[in-house]
């Protein structure tokens, strides 16, 4: 026993602790206030500034507001001087009854940080109620015989005031026989006794009258009176009397209405109708006539309704037996309640905070109180939450707890708790409490926006409509509202030469990316930019992504024929010799694209002629070529109609026309000029000239095939890996030629010069280098893809007609 006394006042000096830890200025002795009831609404208390040593600002700031158990709050505050003032009328009475110190507990709470200050009420008594007799005359017998000094026990009055306010005094109207004497209960109550003075004579005086004044302490006393009848009687009978003065009885609270609560029982040494005996309750409350009954006859006293140890601890009771002849005799019941453990313990939350921003340190989330109306064990209450919550509770002052975090929270975590707060009594059995509190976390900005994806890539075919949607980018938030809206921009580029604000433009609110104008592939292939995420929180976060774009070919460019010229006015005739054998390469239409990829593929096909058995093309590198032996029959002027068609999607063709002149030999068509030239230093000129380009033709081509052989072996590795790059797209059609890449034709021909025939004269001319026009952004050299340098350089390439030696 004496080990669980140690362990509870251990406990409670931690709580004590816990008291001075939380609540540095809250003292342990609660404030008292005092007010005298029946004041009116507003009247002024006392003051808190003084009460509590506060500034007056401080109570504003803070909140401070007055705090009664239950739904009636008596007090209130003026908010202006922070006077306590009666909100309600408090009437003592009602409120504490017989009990003489009226106090109700209540608490000043003020917030940021948690203050409570516990504080009392004293409601003080007037002298509002004068004392009352049940019975206002009473009737008393007394046999003659009675000796002086035999005392008869009166009702006495009740008044519903306490202390000097209660009944203090009783008085008898001045009389020869009986004077008055002041008895007090148990529990305090006063009751008066007549004693008889002198001996008494019914024959000269029959019946006495008197009058009983009870008097109450007040100032002025306020009094009640009531008449007393005493009747002499002759019968020489005797008075009931009971067993036992008192009776001491136990019950517990609850009990059913009809429960036996005790047998009382007097005896009357008379027989016949001076024995009968009939008892009743002498001098009782409203509230005892109200809860027990008492059986006339036998003396059992039962209960009407239940008792409640909350509302009545114990009950005193005087019960009176009365025989026949009007004799009476008079005892005392006492009822102890006995506590049972049927009231729950109750939760009131005083405060909340809620919501709760997330990664605020350890802070108070709610205060509540418990309270319960048991008493003992089964009053005394723990209180708990779940384990596997980041919250704890404290104890504070006066079975006031707070809850509050354990740390720092995330939101984005769990953003919602749903805490069940559980008050148990330590009764038997245990009763307890649930209360569900839902707490929300609320949004702080600590997440920055994060892209689906570090970097984008999206394709865009060229030649695109201005203001197309081209991809989107997307970014999530994991905050919440504000905070995780997310807006899109461009990052300006590193690279200052990139006009990108001119090529793209980003939907701020979605993320979608759009093509501001036409591109071209054939002058930018691909480009590549920073696009930023921001989110709406103050400050605002944010991320990046990069984000290429590539462009891709679309089959926009016809083959270009470069050889033969196809916009001279007079156009060059090959010349083949009669004597060539079927398969003599005439010559090679030679063309490009400038397309990328499968839509750079080029086919020939011979599409006229005027004798088409006589020529064929090959389909993949344009050769042109006899296909038979030339017969005298065959016309001199020979047109040949080829087309060359790209592989795109769908094919682009050009048509080139060549003009082919069979001949016998170089001496007698070319060489018999029709206006012979008629200076010969003309024609020593002329001829100088023919062989200075032919040595040097000769050396040219020497010089171009070493280097085309040399240029091939090196690039033969180079291209596989290109082509594989580049056209991913299935394997090389066999009947086509890749003119894309370099540039360079896949077969080095040279063509220095061709003979020209037209109004009658005949010359020869040196034909320039074909050099294609390009497009001025990639002529400029703006563009940054590396390949287009090299396919800027479209070489020149030169045939020598193998039957030169027969010019000569
Ligand atoms: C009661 O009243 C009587 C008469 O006024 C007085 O003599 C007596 O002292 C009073 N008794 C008490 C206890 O006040
Ligand atoms: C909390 O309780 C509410 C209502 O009962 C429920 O809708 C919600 O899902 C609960 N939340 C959690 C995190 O358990
Ligand atoms: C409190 O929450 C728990 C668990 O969600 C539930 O079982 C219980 O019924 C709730 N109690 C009240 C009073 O709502
Ligand atoms: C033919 O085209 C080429 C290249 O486009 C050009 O250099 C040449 O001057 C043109 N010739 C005539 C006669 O237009």
């Known amino acids: 026993m004496e080990t669980g006394e140690n362990t509870i006042r251990k406990q409670r000096q931690v709580l004590l602790f816990f008291v001075f830890l939380c609540m540095p200025k809250a003292g342990s002795e609660p404030r008292r206030f005092s007010v005298a009831e029946e004041m009116e609404s507003g009247s002024f208390v006392g003051n808190v500034i003084k009460a509590l040593g506060l500034e007056m600002g401080e109570l504003s700031n803070r909140g401070a507001r007055v705090v009664f158990e239950g739904v009636r709050q008596y007090l209130q505050f003026n908010?202006?001087?922070?006077?306590l003032l009666v909100k309600e009328k408090l009437d003592r009475e009602e409120l504490c009854g017989p009990t003489v110190s009226c106090v109700l507990p209540f608490q000043i709470l003020l917030e940021n940080p948690l203050q409570i200050f516990l504080a009392e009420l004293l409601v003080e008594d007037i002298n509002d109620h004068s004392p009352i007799f049940l019975d206002n005359e009473m009737l008393l017998k007394i046999p003659e015989s009675s000796l002086p000094g035999k005392i008869i026990r009166l009702d006495g009055a009740q008044d519903l005031d306490v202390g000097i306010n209660s009944l203090q005094n009783y008085t008898v109207s001045p009389n020869p026989h009986f004077q008055v004497q002041i008895r007090a209960r148990s529990e305090g109550r006063k009751y008066p006794e007549l004693v008889l003075n002198k001996a008494l004579d019914r024959e000269e005086l029959p019946e006495i009258r008197l009058t009983l004044t009870a008097l109450d302490g007040g100032s002025p006393p306020r009094s009640?009176?009531?008449?007393?009848?005493?009747?002499?009687?002759?019968?020489?009978?005797?008075?009931?009397?009971?067993?036992?003065?008192?009776?001491?009885?136990?019950?517990?609270?609850?009990?059913?209405?009809?429960?036996?609560?005790?047998?009382?029982?007097?005896?009357?040494?008379?027989?016949?109708?001076?024995?009968?005996?009939?008892?009743?309750?002498?001098?009782?409350?409203?509230?005892?006539?109200?809860?027990?009954?008492?059986?006339?006859?036998?003396?059992?006293?039962?209960?009407?309704?239940?008792?409640?140890?909350?509302?009545?601890?114990?009950?005193?009771?005087?019960?009176?037996?009365?025989?026949?002849?009007?004799l009476s005799g008079k005892c005392t019941v006492v009822i102890h309640v006995i506590d049972l453990n049927d009231n729950l313990p109750k939760l009131t939350i005083s405060s909340i905070t809620n919501p709760i921003p997330e990664n605020s340190p350890?802070?108070?989330?709610?205060?509540?109180?418990?309270?319960?109306?048991?008493?003992?064990?089964?009053?005394?209450?723990?209180?708990?939450?779940?384990?596997?919550?980041?919250?704890?509770?404290?104890?504070?002052?006066?079975?006031?707890?707070?809850?509050?975090?354990?740390?720092?929270?995330?939101?984005?975590?769990?953003?919602?708790?749903?805490?069940?707060?559980?008050?148990?009594?330590?009764?038997?059995?245990?009763?307890?409490?649930?209360?569900?509190?839902?707490?929300?976390?609320?949004?702080?900005?600590?997440?920055?926006?994060?892209?689906?994806?570090?970097?984008?890539?999206?394709?865009?075919?060229?030649?695109?409509?201005?203001?197309?949607?081209?991809?989107?980018?997307?970014?999530?938030?994991?905050?919440?509202?504000?905070?995780?809206?997310?807006?899109?921009?461009?990052?300006?580029?590193e690279n200052g030469d990139l006009p990108l604000f001119s090529y793209i433009s980003i939907n701020s609110d979605n993320g979608h990316l759009y093509a501001l104008r036409s591109l071209d592939y054939e002058t930018i292939q691909a480009f590549q930019f920073t696009v930023t995420a921001t989110d709406g929180g103050s400050p605002s976060l944010s991320s990046q992504a990069l984000v290429q774009v590539v462009v891709q070919d679309m089959n926009n460019n016809s083959p270009f024929v470069l050889y033969p010229l196809q916009n001279g006015t007079a156009p060059c005739n090959d010349l083949v010799p009669r004597t060539a054998e079927p398969g003599y390469l005439v010559t090679k239409v030679?063309?490009?694209?400038?397309?990328?990829?499968?839509?750079?593929?080029?086919?020939?096909?011979?599409?006229?002629?005027?004798?088409?058995?006589?020529?064929?093309?090959?389909?993949?590198n344009g050769e042109v070529r006899t296909a038979r032996p030339i017969s005298d029959r065959d016309a001199i002027k020979q047109r040949l109609l080829v087309l060359v068609k790209d592989n795109g999607q769908p094919p682009l063709s050009t048509a080139a026309t060549l003009n082919v002149l069979l001949v016998d030999g170089f001496s007698e068509p070319y060489m018999q000029f029709p206006d012979a030239p008629k200076e010969p230093i003309q024609t020593d000129s002329l001829t100088t000239y023919?062989?200075?380009?032919?040595?040097?033709?000769?050396?040219?081509?020497?010089?171009?095939?070493?280097?085309?052989?040399?240029?091939?072996?090196?690039?033969?590795?180079?291209?596989?890996?290109?082509?594989?790059?580049?056209?991913?797209?299935?394997?090389?059609?066999?009947?086509?030629?890749?003119?894309?890449?370099?540039?360079?034709?896949?077969?080095?021909?040279?063509?220095?010069?061709?003979?020209?025939?037209?109004?009658?004269?005949?010359?020869?001319?040196?034909?320039?280098?074909?050099?294609?026009?390009?497009?001025?952004?990639?002529?400029?050299?703006?563009?940054?893809?590396?390949?287009?340098?090299?396919?800027?350089?479209?070489?020149?390439?030169?045939?020598?007609?193998?039957?030169?030696?027969?010019?000569?």
């Not at 136990?250 to 005996?277: C, K, M, Q, W």
């Not at 008492?294 to 509302?311: M, P, Q, W, Y």
């Not at 892209?451 to 991809?471: D, M, V, W």
């Open 79 to 83: 908010r202006k001087t922070w006077d």
């Open 224 to 326: 009640g009176t009531a008449q007393i009848r005493v009747l002499i009687v002759d019968v020489n009978d005797n008075a009931p009397e009971f067993g036992r003065q008192n009776y001491e009885v136990r019950i517990p609270e609850n009990s059913p209405p009809g429960s036996l609560v005790v047998e009382v029982h007097a005896a009357d040494l008379d027989t016949g109708n001076y024995g009968e005996i009939f008892y009743t309750f002498s001098d009782a409350s409203e509230d005892i006539r109200k809860t027990f009954k008492i059986d006339g006859s036998s003396g059992e006293i039962s209960l009407i309704k239940t008792v409640d140890f909350e509302a009545t601890q114990f009950y005193e009771i005087d019960i009176e037996a009365t025989d026949g002849g009007g």
């Open 362 to 493: 350890e802070t108070v989330v709610a205060v509540f109180r418990v309270s319960d109306l048991d008493s003992g064990e089964n009053g005394r209450m723990v209180c708990s939450i779940q384990d596997d919550l980041p919250f704890s509770l404290k104890p504070s002052v006066e079975n006031y707890y707070t809850l509050v975090t354990e740390g720092a929270l995330d939101r984005e975590r769990r953003a919602e708790y749903n805490i069940t707060i559980t008050v148990m009594d330590l009764g038997s059995p245990r009763l307890k409490t649930e209360h569900n509190i839902t707490i929300w976390i609320s949004d702080i900005n600590d997440n920055p926006p994060v892209f689906t994806l570090t970097a984008y890539k999206l394709y865009l075919q060229e030649n695109n409509s201005p203001a197309l949607h081209i991809g989107s980018v997307s970014a999530r938030d994991r905050d919440s509202g504000i905070n995780a809206k997310v807006t899109y921009s461009l990052l300006p580029p």
């Open 590 to 620: 030679v063309a490009v694209n400038r397309d990328w990829g499968q839509n750079s593929w080029l086919s020939y096909q011979l599409l006229k002629a005027t004798d088409p058995g006589l020529f064929t093309v090959w389909a993949h």
């Open 690 to 808: 023919l062989v200075i380009s032919l040595a040097s033709v000769s050396f040219l081509f020497l010089v171009s095939v070493i280097m085309v052989i040399a240029i091939r072996l090196c690039k033969r590795k180079r291209d596989a890996t290109d082509a594989a790059h580049l056209n991913p797209n299935g394997p090389f059609p066999s009947h086509l030629v890749d003119v894309s890449g370099t540039g360079t034709l896949s077969q080095s021909y040279q063509y220095e010069m061709c003979l020209i025939t037209g109004s009658g004269t005949s010359e020869f001319k040196f034909l320039k280098p074909i050099i294609p026009t390009l497009p001025p952004a990639q002529a400029s050299g703006k563009d940054s893809i590396e390949d287009s340098n090299l396919r800027n350089n479209f070489s020149l390439s030169i045939q020598i007609k193998p039957y030169q030696d027969s010019f000569f």
